[in-house]
């Protein structure tokens, strides 16, 4: 059976992030992709010009409209701007919860643009993250979630997991793409131990919507794995949508699309 899977996202007009780079990413990689929006978001490849948040009972509204008709078998959740609408969906998920829920804490945007207050930030950290399986900060998101400084080394990195796993979600998935550097490592830290995901870091301009991309990625191989899936499938499947994001950055120059950064090619594979 085809798995279903569900993003609640902001949207991005350009398509290479937040709900459509998501629903891209979700079918690319073998999923039924259903889609919750949060936030309607004036963005293009060059930047975020502004940013209007859903009413929470409107999301709530299309949650429960969703769940009570449509079996979703993994969630990814992305930007959320208000803790009404952390505790919305929180408690939509909590009621019907899928087998496997993704968190992007989307605080900051590749360009740099803060996208959620503080009172956003503190939901995501105290509401959504204990919620979540797996969380995939980039480092200036982790930076924020544990009110510290951007780590600027690999062991400046690793010094930062056992804030991130004190909040709760089982696995993370830190993210070091801001480093500077030939290589591109993600640091994976699990309830057993943690481990370099390493990728050598490919030469593009092509990096809208990476950190949507590989959250989807996750949730679509995740939502994929047998009911009796232990702790290395999961490892397994992380793995897996690294490499596949790695593809994704790889074939980018196939697409040109604005005069910013450009989207990684989800359908590289098809395409």
């Known amino acids: 059976m085809l798995p279903n899977t569900l993003t609640i996202a902001g949207s991005d007009p350009s398509g290479g992030a937040g709900l459509q780079g998501d629903i891209k990413t979700l079918s690319a990689l073998g999923t039924y992709a259903t889609n919750v929006i949060t936030a309607v978001i004036a963005q293009n490849t060059r930047g975020v010009a502004q940013v209007h948040p859903v009413p929470a009972s409107a999301i709530g509204e299309q949650l429960d409209n969703l769940l009570e008709d449509v ?3 993994a969630v990814k959740i992305g930007m959320v701007a208000s803790r009404e609408v952390a505790e919305t969906i929180a408690e939509a998920l909590r009621r019907q919860r899928p087998r496997w829920i993704v968190l992007d804490p989307v605080m900051v945007a590749k360009s740099g643009d803060i996208l959620v207050d503080n009172a956003g930030i503190a939901a995501v950290r105290e509401v959504l993250v204990p919620l979540a399986d797996v969380i995939t900060p980039n480092l200036p998101e982790a930076a924020v979630l544990l009110g510290s400084d951007i780590p600027t080394s690999t062991e400046a990195m690793h010094a930062m997991l056992p804030g991130l796993q004190s909040l709760a979600a089982p696995y993370v ?15 994976l830290a699990t309830p057993r131990d943690s481990a370099w995901l390493p990728a050598p870091r490919i030469d593009t301009d092509n990096l809208h919507g990476t950190g949507c991309a590989l959250s989807s990625a996750i949730t679509a191989h995740l939502a994929q794995l047998p009911q009796d899936a232990g702790h290395d499938a999961i490892v397994s499947a992380i793995g897996e949508a690294k490499q596949w994001l790695h593809q994704a950055l790889d074939a980018s120059h196939r697409l040109k699309v604005g005069h910013g950064r450009g989207p990684v090619h989800h359908f590289h594979a098809w395409w």
């Open 173 to 187: 998935v830190l993210k070091g793409g801001h480093l500077r550097g030939e290589a591109c490592p993600d640091l």
């Open 71 to 73: 079996r979703i078998d």
